[in-house]
């Protein structure tokens, strides 16, 4: 059973930045593709980043666009959500979805299978 566990949530203040973590337990990591999402209270789970399996194609709604940058380290089982510059509206749960293999758009959440409890991320003004 892979499980994705994520890791870094906490209060953050606008402009500072914080690194979250999403570790699956499978030795082929390598072929899983990985996303995170995040919801707001009062809002749906939206799309935040997706790493594509096997390579390091990424994908990211424009509202993160050049202040979040997601990787992975395929020898730690791991992918991270770096977050720049984080700003009030960024405050959600954060959430780590996986599935493995190939996707159709690395976007959609019907797209991941296994899904962490998520992590907590709060940006005050």
């Known amino acids: 059973q892979v499980q994705p566990v994520e890791s870094g949530g906490g209060m953050v203040q606008a402009g500072e930045s914080r690194r979250l973590s999403c570790v699956l337990s499978?030795?082929?990591?390598?072929?899983?593709?990985v996303a995170w999402f995040r919801q707001a209270p009062g809002k749906e789970r939206e799309f935040v980043a997706s790493?594509?399996?096997?390579?390091?194609?990424?994908y990211y709604v424009d509202s993160v666009k050049g202040r979040f940058t997601i990787s992975r380290d395929n020898a730690k089982n791991t992918v991270f959500l770096q977050m720049n510059n984080l700003k009030p509206e960024d405050t959600a749960v954060y959430y780590c979805?996986?599935?493995?293999?190939?996707?159709?758009?690395?976007?959609?959440?019907?797209?991941?299978?296994?899904w962490g409890q998520g992590t907590q991320v709060t940006v005050s003004s």
């Open positions: 790493v594509a399996w096997r390579d390091v194609r990424s």
């Open positions: 979805g996986a599935n493995y293999g190939a996707l159709s758009t690395y976007r959609r959440e019907s797209e991941f299978y296994y």
């Open positions: 499978d030795r082929n990591f390598v072929d899983y593709s």
